[in-house]
Each structure stands twice: as structure tokens, then as C-alpha cells.
């Protein structure tokens, strides 16, 4: 959180040995995951990053996502998410485009805001990836041995479909060891508040027959269902080792913590923490501040 350039983000894996687990020591910092408070860093004004969340200001969406590109410096490669498991090699898309060139990558990734898929990969360093989420999990995978990185959007639907596996399977394809992968699972509504009803509870239940808790009742009192968890063993099932996989930040919880002077939240949880955009929050509560979207970034 310290650096200038990335400031205002909220950083997590900052503390983990793994990211740095394939340089040797004295060697430049590597891949970074940042997640965008719903507040602005330069204006105080919405940081919202979706021109398609209804009744949001689809052209300030736009200057948002250019700040972004800004601030981590280099293009941000965001895709139309619409609850697939359809994960884009982001590599073939950029095929020929020269390493550095951040204007004309820039241009590159234009049609791909347009593009339906939820999950990217690449071996390219000159790019970040995007991941949107406002409840639904937005997860980070880091391979720093094999140079392989990836991001998805696994919401409810993404998560019965596996889409994690499917960017496991993506990475693999382009030279990655799933043991040598890290994966944070980032913020979300968690279990305890994912109030969904009974069917939907039923049906995860089923789907995930052997994840304790997948669907349970939620703090409200109502069925719900526990997405974190079941993403979770889905990356252990994709041969991710459980030692790699990240379900919360020291880091980040701090700085939740001092940014709104609270400690009793919980800070991975979209609904529970203020500093960050929850679709549910939004429609119990309709307050237009709460309307937007927010963004895992990884920083290869
Ligand atoms: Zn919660």
C-alpha cells in the first residue's frame, strides 16, 4: 500500500511468500492483485468501472477505467461478463502486438469489452487483467514459476459451471503446473449473508455434495449458499494445492480497517464491507451510491 503509483487501490497478497516464490531475492517485485475501492482515488466520486450496471453513468465508467489504466500502468484487459465458463486466451488476441506497446494494446483489447467470457489468461507481463464483481467472486490466479496468470468472474452460476477449473485447464494449456499455482478467492458476499432461497440452496447443495456448508442458513435466518467454499474445492479438485489457496488478506483487512475506522466486519464480504460495491446492498437498500461495480486487478 506504501507505493505511489498504485495508490488508492487496495492491495492484497502483498504479504505472500508464493508471488515471490520463483525470483530470487533481490530480483524486481513481480505480479501484483489490487481490488478498486468504490471510492475514486483522484476525485472522491464513484470508482464504479461498469458502463452496463443499470442506472449508472456509463461515460464516467469509461474515465474510470482509463484512470485504472493509469494507475497500474499498463492496459486492463476487461471482458463482457456474463456468468459463462468461457475463459479467453488473452495471448491470441495480442498475437504480434509488440511487448510494451501500451497504446496500441490498449487498442487491441477495445472489442473484448464486448467480448462474452468470464475468464482470461495470458503469459504476456505488458497486461493486466480485469475482474468485475459487485457480490460475485472475483478470483486471481498466479503461476510465477511457469509465467501463466489468469483471472475469472465466478458468480453463483459460474461457480456450479467451474469456471475456475476451466482457467486451471486455460493455464495449463499455455505451460502452467497446477501445483505451482496460487489463487486468491476475492471478495464476495460471503456464506453467512448470501441469502438465495430454498431452490437455489437445494441445487448448490447437490452440486457440491462433498463441501460442508455449501449451502446453510444465512445470519438472516433464510437458505443461502457459500460460494468461497465451493470455489475452493474446486481448485483443490483442479490440483491446486489447499496451502495456495487464499480466501482472506492480513494486508487487506488492515487497511479496510483503518480506511473506515471499523473492525467488525468482514472485510473479504461485499455486503459487510462499506468500501466496497454489493449488488445486494444496492437493491435493499437502493441508494445510488451503492450502485456499481468494482474490480480485481492482477498485475502480472
Ligand atoms: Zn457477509
Same mark, same amino acid.
Given at each position: 500500500?506504501?507505493?505511489?503509483?498504485?495508490?488508492?487501490?487496495?492491495?492484497?497478497?502483498?504479504?505472500?511468500?508464493?508471488?515471490?516464490?520463483?525470483?530470487?531475492?533481490?530480483?524486481?517485485e513481480?505480479?501484483?492483485?489490487?481490488?478498486?475501492?468504490?471510492?475514486?482515488?483522484?476525485?472522491?466520486?464513484?470508482?464504479?468501472?461498469?458502463?452496463r450496471?443499470?442506472?449508472?453513468?456509463?461515460?464516467?465508467a469509461?474515465?474510470?477505467?482509463?484512470?485504472?489504466?493509469f494507475?497500474?500502468?499498463?492496459?486492463?484487459?476487461?471482458?463482457?461478463?456474463?456468468?459463462?465458463?468461457?475463459?479467453?486466451?488473452?495471448?491470441?488476441?495480442?498475437?504480434?502486438?509488440?511487448?510494451?506497446?501500451?497504446d496500441a494494446?490498449?487498442?487491441?483489447?477495445?472489442?473484448?469489452?464486448?467480448?462474452?467470457?468470464d475468464?482470461?489468461?495470458?503469459?504476456?507481463?505488458?497486461?493486466?487483467?480485469?475482474?468485475?464483481?459487485?457480490?460475485?467472486?472475483?478470483?486471481?490466479?498466479?503461476?510465477?514459476?511457469d509465467g501463466?496468470?489468469?483471472?475469472c468472474?465466478?458468480?453463483?452460476?459460474?461457480?456450479?459451471?467451474?469456471?475456475?477449473?476451466?482457467?486451471v485447464?486455460?493455464?495449463?494449456?499455455?505451460?502452467?503446473?497446477?501445483?505451482?499455482?496460487?489463487?486468491?478467492?476475492g471478495?464476495?458476499i460471503?456464506?453467512n449473508?448470501?441469502?438465495?432461497?430454498?431452490k437455489? %440452496?437445494? #441445487?448448490?447443495?447437490? +452440486?457440491?455434495?462433498? $463441501? @460442508?456448508?455449501?449451502?446453510?442458513? &444465512?445470519?438472516?435466518? !433464510?437458505?443461502?449458499?457459500?460460494?468461497?467454499? %465451493?470455489? #475452493?474445492?474446486?481448485? +483443490?479438485?483442479?490440483? $491446486? @494445492?489447499?496451502?495456495?489457496?487464499? &480466501?482472506?488478506?492480513? !494486508?487487506?483487512?488492515?487497511?479496510?480497517?483503518?480506511?473506515t475506522?471499523?473492525?467488525?466486519?468482514?472485510?473479504?464480504?461485499?455486503?459487510?464491507?462499506?468500501?466496497l460495491?454489493?449488488?445486494r446492498e444496492?437493491?435493499?437498500?437502493?441508494?445510488?451510491?451503492?450502485?456499481?461495480?468494482?474490480?480485481?486487478?492482477?498485475?502480472?
Amino acid at each position: 500500500m506504501a507505493d505511489r503509483r498504485f495508490a488508492g487501490l487496495l492491495e492484497i497478497g502483498a504479504a505472500s511468500k508464493e508471488l515471490g516464490s520463483g525470483a530470487n531475492q533481490g530480483e524486481p517485485e513481480r505480479t501484483r492483485l489490487f481490488i478498486t475501492p468504490m471510492d475514486s482515488p483522484v476525485d472522491g466520486g464513484d470508482f464504479n468501472l461498469s458502463f452496463r450496471a443499470a442506472e449508472t453513468d456509463a461515460a464516467r465508467a469509461r474515465e474510470n477505467r482509463r484512470w485504472l489504466r493509469f494507475v497500474v500502468g499498463r492496459p486492463v484487459s476487461c471482458l463482457h461478463q456474463v456468468h459463462s465458463a468461457r475463459v479467453l486466451d488473452l495471448d491470441q488476441v495480442l498475437e504480434g502486438a509488440v511487448f510494451g506497446d501500451g497504446d496500441a494494446l490498449a487498442e487491441r483489447l477495445v472489442p473484448l469489452q464486448d467480448e462474452e467470457a468470464d475468464g482470461q489468461v495470458t503469459v504476456r507481463r505488458d497486461v493486466a487483467l480485469a475482474a468485475f464483481s459487485a457480490d460475485c467472486t472475483p478470483v486471481a490466479f498466479v503461476d510465477e514459476q511457469d509465467g501463466v496468470f489468469g483471472t475469472c468472474h465466478s458468480g453463483r452460476r459460474g461457480t456450479e459451471q467451474n469456471i475456475v477449473g476451466a482457467v486451471v485447464d486455460a493455464m495449463r494449456s499455455k505451460g502452467a503446473h497446477a501445483a505451482n499455482i496460487s489463487c486468491w478467492i476475492g471478495p464476495h458476499i460471503c456464506g453467512n449473508c448470501y441469502e438465495t432461497g430454498e431452490k437455489i %440452496a437445494d #441445487a448448490f447443495a447437490q +452440486r457440491f455434495p462433498d $463441501v @460442508p456448508g455449501a449451502a446453510a442458513l &444465512t445470519r438472516f435466518g !433464510g437458505p443461502g449458499i457459500d460460494m468461497g467454499a %465451493a470455489i #475452493a474445492a474446486e481448485l +483443490r479438485q483442479a490440483g $491446486v @494445492p489447499m496451502e495456495h489457496i487464499h &480466501t482472506s488478506d492480513d !494486508g487487506f483487512v488492515r487497511e479496510c480497517g483503518k480506511r473506515t475506522g471499523r473492525t467488525d466486519f468482514m472485510a473479504f464480504c461485499t455486503l459487510e464491507n462499506p468500501l466496497l460495491y454489493s449488488y445486494r446492498e444496492y437493491t435493499l437498500t437502493s441508494r445510488p451510491r451503492c450502485n456499481g461495480r468494482f474490480a480485481l486487478v492482477l498485475v502480472p
